[in-house]
């Protein structure tokens, strides 16, 4: 009986902890992992299953390993072409930007050149007459005081600066207005009038902005009447 058991734990029992403890191992990441086959009995027949589907998960772990090296690779090279792409989108926003800024800027900085060269023709007229022009010294100084300031919100990237409100008699606003587009007018063969309420309290805006503003609508008519015409500014 002894004999039996010794002959049994030798050719069953041994073996399957063997094969046990090798299944281990390759569960554990050892793939290269063969036992040795030296037997045609039914363990032996199990050793060559076992090293056939360590051999199979070892193929395949290996096919894995390729496909993710592939995955990475072309996950690499999109990531690449994203960036590349939102590179290029962010050059053509800064240039869109650009081109806003240019025209804004462009907008902007016309309207007090145009009251400048209004001024000069008008210093010019007035010079001409044998008078001082001291009002119109102080227009053209304020026009190019308004330049330096646009240009200092665009330097500040301030493309809409804060209203700067305060009290402001919009009588006397209207009266620079029309003196200032008076020549240009004339040359336009536009006759130009300004017709104020009686009582025209002071208001509280920026004097700045709706001088711009009014600049640039004088201008319009007159631009828009080629054969002449009348432009009349009017407070009711």
């Given at each position: 009986?002894?004999?039996?058991?010794?002959?049994?734990?030798?050719?069953?029992?041994?073996?399957?902890?063997?094969?046990?403890?090798?299944?281990?191992?390759?569960?554990?990441?050892?793939?290269?992992?063969?036992?040795?086959?030296?037997?045609?009995?039914?363990?032996?027949?199990?050793?060559?299953?076992?090293?056939?589907?360590?051999?199979?998960?070892?193929a395949d772990e290996t096919i894995l390993r390729r496909f993710n090296q592939?995955?990475?690779?072309?996950?690499?090279?999109?990531?690449?072409?994203?960036?590349?792409?939102q590179n290029e989108l962010l050059r053509m926003e800064r240039l869109a930007t650009l081109g806003q800024v240019a025209t804004?800027?462009?907008?902007?900085?016309?309207?007090?050149?145009?009251?400048?060269?209004?001024n000069l023709q008008l210093l010019k007229k007035e010079l001409a007459n044998g008078r001082r022009g001291d009002e119109t010294f102080t227009l053209l100084e304020g026009e190019i005081h308004r330049i330096s300031g646009i240009l200092d919100e665009f330097v500040n990237y301030a493309r809409f600066a804060p209203m700067k409100l305060g009290p402001t008699s919009l009588a006397s606003l209207v009266d620079g207005v029309v003196e200032m587009l008076e020549e240009k007018a004339r040359q336009s063969r536009v006759r130009i009038s300004w017709q104020p309420a009686t009582a025209l309290p002071e208001m509280v805006l920026d004097k700045n902005k709706m001088l711009q503003a009014l600049i640039n609508l004088g201008i319009n008519a007159i631009e828009a009447m080629p054969d002449g015409g009348e432009l009349v500014f009017a407070a009711t």
């Open positions: 009986l002894v004999q039996l058991y010794k002959l049994y734990s030798r050719n069953v029992v041994s073996p399957i902890k063997k094969l046990a403890g090798a299944t281990k191992r390759l569960a554990a990441g050892e793939l290269d992992l063969r036992v040795p086959v030296t037997s045609r009995t039914e363990i032996g027949r199990l050793y060559e299953a076992f090293n056939q589907m360590a051999t199979q998960i070892q592939e995955l990475e690779s072309k996950v690499a090279e999109r990531s690449a072409e994203l960036q590349s792409a804004s800027v462009n907008h902007e900085i016309k309207t007090p050149l145009n009251a400048l060269a209004m």
